[in-house]
């Protein structure tokens, strides 16, 4: 299996083989009510068959333009939506025996979700929604130890100071509002309120999108730190490259609801494969100007297709510079064309395979 | 739509028949009957003569039957009290008046409550916002029929601007409807003055802000369609406490309307007139309810048709 | 309009703070039970004496809680920041010290406080002192502070519509009764009526709302179509109608009454006879109507059947909220880490109600007095002996006209009633502001 291969080069420490999050052909659809003119139902197909695995320690990238996908991945992974199709399964070490244990994220509901929860959990794009306005930041960071019963009232109060102090934040604070707080320091109390549970898997929904670029580094410094302090694995989306180079092991790029491209990191930046990843990298601004000017930029023609509409062959076909006839017919399929580079384009000869000749378990 | 729009009607329907059933089994139980006065040291024989004229010896299930069916075709029966009249005539001679009323009321409170409550949103936090706003809390806080005998005394009495009471000019309708207008152009002030303000705060107005609308388009365009929708929400109970509230106004003034027929037809036990006011009432307000539920669908994109889904 | 970064203020001791807020907040409660429980027991004697003796301690309780909120210094040093943490409640003590500083709120509470413990008193001593001189209301000197005063039940024919007086300092009514007295005794029956009646129309609003919101689809369906469908009932003619009805049975009771303490009196002088003539001439629906009035007096049927009207607009506002509410990314959070469904609700979206929610109770408060005013006004409310400043107004009412204007009997109960609407809709605004922070700019 190529993925299992995955992380040949690695920006810092190589992570781990094992993998901890593994996701299956996840597909969610919503329903957006009957196409006026016939009749029929339409069906928006926001996540369409992805699959991948993220190894313990290992930051996985995951990118595309906005709209393709990205949070609704991650939120069917946690099950905070529903999913229509696909299988989630989570590996983690019990934080109490050590012991292995395995949660099919995709079968469970109740208080099993709520305990495999405790181990994933979520950084959510939006530092100012993602907050309830009418809570203390102490009573944000404790709510998830509350709900576990994770500590003791009195335990409480140095749990929540210790995790402020982890992210950031002066523990002074911890009787102020959000709305007191900036961006920066918001994404910092959303990342103190995932890191209560202490997860293994985090999962980083655009974190550093929506705040200023003079922080963005801060935010994703702390994160990289944390996860060397803490062994954690990230699934981080972002909706461009540039973000994502800084601490991905490993990227995954979407398009319209598919993984188009998964490869490590390095690689996907010297020889990116799918003409979409190439299109993406190349609106990249490198800092060197001899390079920049050299560097040849491909423009995408169109915008990007509603999701709504009803696809043939490769999702990208339509606004793809390289498209030949047979990819408004054949759906071309994700698989590795180098070890570890995963590619879904009928440019490369493996995704013209039957998928049913490769059956990933 | 159609589904939603019959869906609504039905239940529409469903809630005409309830309120009319409830009423008809209250207004019975009470101690008393429409004759307790008019044959009081009468004999026997002429009370049960009486009685069965209005069918009132029967058990009351095959009255409720009569009455009913009655209702159904479109008849309510003959009053009980006012001797040879029937309801319908009664309710037809009134109900205008009524409705008179309440529409003037009606408007001036949309009509001034919008006004009012946007300027103060616009001036937020300057002396006119607070002036506006004192006024909603004093139109609030008083109750109409201190209002009323305040605007009796200082207009009619002691300026002499308006005619005293009874029914018969436009002028007669002015002060009577101003005053029970008051208390619900307040609440709508306020009610539009907080949407507007939470609106204004919202990403998208600055959004428009930032394309370079002008604050009167983004008014107009934005911020009022947002802040109305707690108004519109507000209309129908502002409707039926209209509706009701026209009793006490009634009263003061001296008006002919529907309101006064009922509360003396309920202290007479005019069972029939009772219970066709309460059937007349209740479907102007579940027509007015299902007509600001329409337009609620309509402002907020949000909310879907229910049954629709 | 933009969302800026407060810059750091320092803490401040809030006044709930105070080490003795505990016992105290513990009164104020025992004093609203009291007070509900005195209004129910009110006609039977056995139960007043301990229940009034509570009341007083509560009362004066009061009075010590209100004076010693307004006199704590405001900048006062908090605790150290770290040990409040694990108390939680700092959104209510901020919110507490921003009411404070909001004048306007303040003095409205005073206003109100002193009004309602004016009127609370009054129905205490009125009951009190008869019991604690063992004498009859009666028996009181005609020029006692009590029958001057406090006895808003006494009657007296050579005193009509005496204009105000040193004696009579609000004058008196057609039947020479105290308008002071009354208008005291109106106020208590008319806060009672509004707080029970909006803590009724919350709580059940509320909860609805709020549950039909979250769940949203079919639950939401089903129980928003009951709202409309009760909102659908013209619901003061149904009030009405019922008061119609509780009245008719109040009448038939009263006279059913009567007569079993004739035969009462006759079986004690010994003529069994008459006892039973008169008894046997009580019908069974006399006795159903007697029983029925006993359990539920047409006091208590004013207040219920008003607090259940107005509960529907509450669910509706909430609902709304609600239903925005939940989509927003922090309640995708709260699930996230695990909150089951009565957190999320009554800890993250309940709270960002909070402002409507205020808003809309501080609006239901002085609409639930106005309705009681409204069916005392038509003559359905209050009846007597009992009154409210409602139907102390609409009595009054029939006083103005140009040739005598007996204003006093107007003045007073309307000028009571509207300042203390008045004072509840500036308290209303200050929670909105001291709630929410960010209106408060
Ligand atoms: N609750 C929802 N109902 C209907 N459509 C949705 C919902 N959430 C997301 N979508 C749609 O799914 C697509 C993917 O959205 P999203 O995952 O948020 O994109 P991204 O995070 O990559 O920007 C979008 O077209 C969006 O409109
Ligand atoms: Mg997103």
């Known amino acids: 299996m190529s993925v299992l291969l995955a992380a040949e080069t690695s920006v810092r420490q190589r992570p781990a083989k094992e993998v901890v999050l593994s996701v299956r052909d996840l597909s969610v659809l919503f329903p957006q009510g009957y196409d006026r003119a016939t009749g029929e139902r339409r069906i928006l197909r926001a996540v369409d068959g992805v699959s991948f695995d993220l190894h313990r320690g290992e930051t996985l990238g995951l990118v595309g333009e906005s709209g393709c996908g990205k949070s609704t991945t991650a939120r069917a992974i946690l099950r905070l939506i529903g999913m229509n199709s696909g299988s989630v399964k989570l590996d983690v070490n019990d934080p109490k025996t050590g012991k292995p244990v395995h949660y099919d994220l995709d079968k469970l509901s109740g208080a099993k979700l709520r305990e495999a929860r405790q181990h994933l959990q979520i950084i959510f794009q939006d530092p100012y929604a993602s907050l309830n306005p009418r809570m203390t930041v102490g009573d944000i960071i404790a709510e998830p130890l509350v709900i576990y019963g994770l500590a003791k009232w009195n335990e409480r109060r140095d749990r929540v100071q210790s995790l402020m102090k982890e992210v950031g934040l002066d523990p002074k604070h911890v009787l102020r509002y959000p709305h007191e707080f900036s961006g920066g320091q918001r994404q910092r109390i959303g990342i103190a309120r995932a890191l209560a549970l202490d997860p293994q898997v985090l999962i980083c929904d655009e974190p550093v999108s929506a705040l200023d670029v003079s922080v963005r580094s801060q935010v994703l410094n702390l994160l990289i730190d944390l996860q060397s302090r803490r062994g954690l694995s990230y699934l981080f989306i972002a909706h461009d490259l540039g973000v994502v180079k800084r601490l991905s092991h490993r990227v995954g790029v979407m398009y319209l609801g598919k993984l188009v491209e998964v490869a490590p990191s390095e690689e996907i930046y010297r020889t990116p494969k799918h003409p979409y990843t190439q299109a993406l990298l190349s609106a990249i601004p490198i800092p060197d100007p001899v390079i920049e000017k050299d560097r040849r930029r491909i423009l995408l023609k169109g915008d990007i297709p509603s999701p709504l509409a009803r696809q043939f062959g490769c999702p990208f076909a339509p606004r793809c510079p390289q498209a030949m006839p047979e990819c408004k017919t054949i759906v071309p399929r994700l698989a590795a064309d180098a070890p570890a580079h995963e590619v879904a384009c009928l440019l490369y000869p493996p995704s013209r395979t039957a998928p049913a000749s490769d059956s990933k378990k | ?309 | 309009m933009s969302i800026a970064v407060t810059k750091p203020t320092t803490r401040r001791r809030a006044w709930v703070e105070h080490p003795l807020s505990l016992p105290i907040n513990v009164s104020m409660v025992l004093w609203i039970l009291s007070f509900i429980a005195v209004s129910l027991l009110a006609n039977a004697p056995w139960a007043v004496t301990p229940v009034m003796f509570v009341w007083l301690l509560a009362n004066s309780a009061a009075i010590v809680y209100v004076g010693m909120h307004l006199t704590v210094p405001l900048d006062a040093p908090r605790k150290s920041e770290s040990e409040v943490v694990a108390e939680g409640t700092s959104l209510f003590r901020d919110a507490m010290y921003r009411l404070r500083r909001n004048q306007m709120a303040t003095g409205s509470m005073v206003i109100l406080l002193l009004l309602m413990l004016a009127c609370f008193s009054q129905f205490a001593l009125f009951h009190l002192i008869p019991v604690i001189k063992g004498k009859d209301r009666a028996a009181f000197a005609s020029d006692s502070f009590y029958a001057l005063h406090l006895d808003h039940t006494r009657t007296n024919e050579g005193e009509t519509y005496e204009p105000p007086t040193a004696q009579h300092w609000f004058g008196t009514d057609s039947l020479g009764r105290d308008l002071f007295a009354r208008t005291l005794f109106g106020g208590s029956v008319s806060f009672l009526v509004g707080i029970v009646g909006t803590v009724v129309s919350v709580s059940v609003g509320v909860s609805w709302g709020a549950v039909a919101g979250y769940f949203g689809g079919r639950v939401d369906e089903w129980m928003m179509r009951i709202v409309d469908i009760l909102y659908g009932l013209p619901f003061l003619f149904l009030v009405i109608l019922i008061m119609t009805l509780v009245n008719g049975l109040g009448n038939v009771a009263s006279s059913t009454d009567q007569k079993f303490a004739e035969a009462a009196a006759a079986e004690k002088a010994g003529d069994t006879d008459k006892a039973n003539a008169i008894l046997s001439e009580i019908t069974p629906d006399q006795r159903t109507a007697s029983i029925v009035t006993k359990f539920m007096p047409p006091i208590v049927v004013v207040f219920v059947a008003i607090g259940l009207v107005s509960w529907l607009t509450m669910a509706r506002i909430t609902r709304g909220q609600v239903l925005s509410l939940k989509e927003r990314e922090f309640v995708v959070a709260a699930r996230a880490i695990g909150a089951r469904a009565p957190r999320i609700i009554f800890r993250h979206i309940v709270p960002n109600l909070m402002g409507p929610v205020i808003v809309y109770s501080t609006l239901t408060i002085p609409e639930i007095m106005l309705s009681e005013a409204f069916l005392s006004f038509v003559g359905l409310g209050i009846s007597e002996p009992n009154c409210s400043w409602g139907s102390l107004a609409s009595e009054g009412l029939a006083g103005v006209n140009i040739i005598k204007p007996y204003w006093w009997l107007m003045v007073y109960p309307a000028a009571a009633l509207s300042l203390s609407l008045f004072g509840l809709n500036f308290i209303g605004d200050g929670l909105r502001d001291a709630l929410d922070p960010r209106s408060a700019k």
């Open chain 2, 1 to 309: 739509m159609i589904r939603f729009v019959f869906g609504r009607l039905i239940s529409v329907i469903l809630t005409i028949w309830f309120v009319a059933t409830l009423s008809f089994f209250l207004i019975r139980l009470a101690p008393g009957n429409p004759f307790a006065n008019e044959l009081r040291g009468a004999t026997p024989e002429v009370t049960e003569a009486k009685k069965r004229e209005y069918h009132l010896d029967l058990p009351l299930r095959e009255q409720y039957w009569i009455w009913l069916r009655g209702v159904v075709t479109g008849d309510l029966g003959p009053s009980m009290k006012y001797r040879g009249k029937t309801v319908n005539e009664i309710i037809r001679q009134t109900f205008p008046t009524s409705i008179a009323l309440g529409s003037v009321a009606m408007v001036f409170a949309v009509v001034l409550g919008m006004m009012t409550g946007v300027i103060a949103a616009l001036k937020k936090n300057t002396p006119i916002d607070y002036g506006l706003m004192a006024v909603a809390v004093f139109g609030i806080s008083l109750p109409s029929f201190i209002l009323a005998t305040l605007g009796i005394v200082v207009l009619v009495f002691w300026a002499r601007l308006f005619p005293l009471a009874g029914w018969e000019t436009y002028s007669n309708v002015l002060l009577p409807g101003l005053a029970l207008s008051l208390p619900f152009a307040a609440k709508i002030s306020r009610l539009t003055r907080v949407g507007m303000i939470e609106i204004l705060g919202e990403d998208f107005i600055r959004t428009a802000h930032a394309k370079g609308l002008s604050e009167r388009q983004i008014v107009i365009k934005h911020a009022l369609r947002g802040a109305m929708l707690p108004v519109v929400s507000y209309l129908g109970p502002a409707f039926a406490l209209i509706l009701t509230g026209s009793l006490v106004i009634e009263k003061i003034f001296f008006i002919p309307g529907l309101g006064t027929i009922f509360v003396q037809a309920a202290t007479n036990r005019d069972y029939n007139v009772v219970l066709g006011t309460v059937v007349v009432f209740s479907s102007l307000l579940c027509f007015f309810n299902f007509v600001v539920d329409l337009s609620y669908t309509f402002l907020d994109p949000r909310v879907k048709p229910v049954s629709g889904r």
